[in-house]
């Protein structure tokens, strides 16, 4: 049993009872409802039709737990009889005959994640070419075809956060359209990401120093992700180091 306390209610998770647990399922009504007078809590039964757990036995060709040496439909038919009071006391009842293991979560995550929080974090990360690609980058993209700030003496010792220097990469049609692009395909991305249950995503972006142009379009990206209710944080990875050539 694992308790998870949020800020308006606690919730208690009663994980991985079944009809394997023998005499410790009886004591389970009693203490949900000792534990349900204390706090917010909330009990699921889990279930599927004989024909898709049959099948699913079929498939992974494992024996049920409470009988080894008798049909499996047998064994389901005590198990049922066992886990009658627990479905009874349930508060939900979620019937999986049709769902995979990906659409199950999918529906447990909308039924039960607050809606005001999307759970991906997103990290927009800038890095220079000439320091390697960060390892953990699950998606790169190159910037070096943007004009080089580097080379505009009064902006060179300047980086991709200041205001002169994102001024003067965002006035080429190139970098705004790049920017449209990207944004466009994180934000049909991300979606999907999230269904697939990821819950931690690094975007790079790379330029050859990491202090320009990999700088200013990381900003604003994360700003465009932020602003569609994403979490996001942004990272500079080479940003501090020292200027050379």
């Given at each position: 049993m694992?308790?998870?306390?949020h800020a308006e209610a606690a919730v208690v998770e009663l994980a991985g009872f079944g009809a394997r647990e023998g005499d410790q399922l009886k004591r389970l009504p009693a203490l949900y409802k000792q534990i349900h007078r204390e706090i917010s809590?909330?009990?699921v039964f889990v279930?599927?039709?004989e024909e898709s757990i049959l099948r699913r036995f079929s498939e992974t060709r494992r024996p049920h737990p409470l009988g080894r040496d008798q049909p499996v439909r047998e064994s389901l038919r005590r198990e049922r009889e066992l886990m009658a009071p627990i479905r009874k006391l349930a508060d939900m009842v979620i019937d999986t005959s049709r769902f995979n293991v990906h659409e199950?979560?999918?529906f447990i995550v909308r039924r039960f994640q607050p809606r005001a929080r999307r759970p991906l974090m997103v990290s927009v990360v800038s890095f220079g070419y000439r320091y390697g690609i960060p390892v953990d980058a699950d998606l790169a993209f190159d910037v070096r075809f943007l004009p080089n700030p580097h080379f505009v003496p009064q902006l060179r010792k300047f980086s991709g956060k200041?205001?002169?220097v994102a001024?003067?990469?965002r006035s080429f049609p190139q970098t705004r359209q790049f920017l449209?692009?990207?944004e466009s395909l994180l934000l049909y991305l991300l979606p999907h990401y999230i269904r697939e249950g990821k819950s931690y995503l690094t975007v790079a972006l790379g330029c050859t120093g990491g202090r320009h142009r990999s700088v200013m379009m990381a900003d604003s990206i994360a700003r465009a992700?932020?602003?569609r209710g994403y979490t996001v944080k942004s990272v500079h990875r080479d940003l501090e180091r020292e200027v050379t050539g």
């Open positions: 694992r308790q998870a306390r809590a909330t009990l279930e599927a039709s199950l979560r999918q200041d205001a002169k001024r003067y990469i449209r692009r990207i992700l932020a602003g």
